[in-house]
């Protein structure tokens, strides 16, 4: 499709809702491609030959690589026309995982998985900010939310599916599987995404004055606490359910894919209240973020009562996801690309450090303990999202 698509152009309803499901679907593929490899580590780590340890490693040089480089790599490639550069990008994924899955060492699957570590946050950035361009300003947070639902589809339905694909057709299988379905995506963005208005070229010492507003940095930081408090907690979430509420090591994986289930009407609420006021839309969702997860303990006897605090839990913390991609990108004067990125690299930061605190937490004050130092973190952000609400420029 040829069709040029500005902010505020009467496009057809249906045509902006087909390419905003395409980019979910590419995300979906995308991050399945991310945390897929946390599945596969006993298999892979047999079959090469290396500890679980050493293969765990892949997961690290995944995150780290995603945070250290996406800034950069997104200022530098942000003037690219969006279409052809998401092509590129299934494409550059396409090829990563077809040589993972022939990868005859560590090394090369260790570079299989850097080179796609340094184009995901340069999607997540251009994405989002290109679904507001497609439907105009008015909806561009519900539009980011449904891009966003590609996130919790992987989490929820992405690595469980590709876990037992891996157990029917093996590891390297499954990066066949995942390299055929970036090239669909791929096609499918050839064929029915729309030419968006090229974005005009800014020189990085321009994009980088974001950095000197002090509204958009106190944005950025409050990225960094929601998900710090969002992962204190969800990082040990399954062994808080296994040792504290006594659920069967066999039922886990069932919970937790009920807390994403969930989770996806927190999308869906996300995407509506971040347009009206992100930095409300942020306190709140911390609000019941930490209502979830300090209740989630004391109501661990009941299985019914554990559920329901979990369901609060779960929503808020899906929710979160988009409303800090939003919020930050409003807050941006411009290079929203940019912007974007740096919120993706501030959530991969509070990801390590929730997991962090959590660790040092547990062995302290123990894993009961966890729900309420993630509620204080919680606390922080509902204090600091109010304090930049003065930042705002008039």
């Given at each position: 499709?040829?069709?040029?698509?500005?902010?505020?152009?009467?496009?057809?309803?249906s045509?902006?809702?087909?390419?905003?499901?395409?980019?979910?679907?590419?995300?979906?593929?995308?991050?399945?491609?991310?945390?897929?490899?946390?599945g596969?580590?006993?298999?892979?780590?047999?079959?090469?030959?290396?500890?679980?340890?050493?293969?765990?490693?892949?997961?690290?040089?995944?995150?780290?690589?995603?945070?250290?480089?996406?800034?950069l790599?997104?200022?530098?490639?942000?003037?690219?026309?969006?279409?052809?550069?998401?092509?590129?990008?299934?494409?550059?994924?396409a090829?990563?995982?077809?040589?993972?899955?022939?990868?005859?060492?560590?090394?090369?699957?260790?570079?299989?998985?850097?080179i796609?570590?340094?184009?995901?946050?340069?999607f997540?950035?251009?994405?989002?900010?290109?679904?507001?361009?497609?439907?105009?300003?008015?909806r561009?947070?519900?539009?980011?939310?449904?891009?966003?639902?590609?996130?919790?589809?992987?989490?929820?339905?992405?690595?469980?599916?590709?876990?037992?694909?891996?157990?029917?057709?093996?590891?390297?299988?499954?990066?066949?599987?995942?390299?055929?379905?970036?090239?669909?995506?791929?096609?499918?963005?050839?064929v029915?995404?729309?030419?968006?208005?090229?974005?005009?070229?800014?020189?990085?010492a321009?994009?980088?004055?974001?950095?000197?507003?002090?509204?958009?940095?106190?944005?950025?930081?409050?990225s960094?606490?929601?998900?710090?408090?969002m992962?204190?907690?969800?990082?040990?979430?399954?062994?808080?359910?296994?040792?504290?509420?006594?659920?069967a090591?066999?039922?886990?994986?069932?919970?937790?894919?009920?807390?994403?289930?969930?989770?996806?009407?927190?999308?869906?609420?996300?995407?509506?209240?971040?347009?009206?006021?992100?930095?409300?839309?942020?306190?709140?969702?911390?609000?019941?973020?930490?209502?979830?997860?300090?209740?989630?303990?004391?109501?661990?006897?009941?299985?019914?009562?554990?559920?329901?605090?979990?369901?609060?839990?779960?929503?808020?913390?899906?929710?979160?996801?988009?409303?800090?991609?939003?919020?930050?990108?409003?807050?941006?004067?411009?290079?929203?690309?940019?912007?974007?990125?740096?919120?993706?690299?501030?959530?991969?930061?509070?990801?390590?450090?929730?997991?962090?605190?959590?660790?040092?937490?547990?062995?302290?004050?123990?894993?009961?303990s966890?729900?309420?130092?993630?509620?204080?973190?919680?606390?922080?952000?509902?204090?600091?999202?109010?304090?930049?609400?003065?930042?705002?420029?008039?």
């Open positions: 499709m040829s069709s040029l698509a500005a902010p505020g152009d009467a496009a057809p309803a045509r902006d809702s087909l390419s905003i499901a395409i980019l979910a679907v590419a995300a979906f593929v995308i991050v399945t491609t991310e945390y897929l490899i946390v596969l580590l006993p298999a892979l780590a047999r079959d090469l030959e290396i500890s679980i340890s050493a293969a765990g490693q892949l997961v690290t040089l995944f995150a780290f690589t995603v945070m250290l480089f996406g800034p790599l997104t200022a530098m490639l942000s003037h690219l026309e969006r279409k052809r550069l998401f092509i590129a990008i299934l494409l550059i994924f090829a990563s995982n077809a040589l993972a899955a022939i990868a005859p060492n560590v090394w090369v699957l260790a570079v299989a998985r850097f796609p570590a340094l184009v995901l946050p340069v997540w950035g251009t994405a989002s900010e290109t679904a507001g361009q497609i439907v105009g300003p008015q561009a947070g519900r539009a980011v939310s449904q891009v966003y639902l590609g996130i919790s589809a992987a989490l929820l339905f992405g690595i469980p599916l590709g876990t037992l694909a891996s157990d029917a057709v093996g590891w390297r299988g499954t990066f066949w599987i995942l390299a055929g379905l970036s090239l669909v995506m791929a096609l499918a963005l050839a029915f995404m729309p030419t968006v208005a090229l974005p005009r070229r800014l020189r990085l321009e994009q980088a004055r974001i950095l000197k507003d002090p509204y958009f940095a106190g944005n950025v930081v409050l960094v606490v929601v998900f710090t408090a992962f204190t907690a969800y990082t040990y979430l399954a062994d808080t359910l296994e040792r504290v509420a006594g659920v090591p066999a039922h886990v994986g069932w919970w937790l894919m009920g807390f994403g289930a969930v989770g996806l009407i927190g999308n869906w609420l996300g995407g509506r209240f971040v347009d009206r006021s992100p930095l409300t839309a942020t306190a709140a969702f911390s609000l019941l973020l930490g209502v979830g997860m300090a209740a989630s303990v004391p109501l661990a006897g009941s299985f019914v009562l554990l559920g329901m605090a979990l369901s609060v839990w779960g929503i808020a913390y899906t929710a979160l996801f988009p409303i800090c991609q939003v919020r930050v990108m409003k807050s941006a004067s411009h290079a929203q690309a940019l912007a974007g990125t740096l919120n993706v690299s501030a959530a991969n930061a509070g990801t390590g450090f929730g997991a962090i605190i959590g660790g040092l937490v547990i062995p302290r004050w123990g894993l009961e966890i729900g309420y130092v993630a509620t204080g973190i919680a606390a922080v952000a509902i204090l600091l999202a109010t304090w930049i609400s003065r930042l705002r420029p008039r």
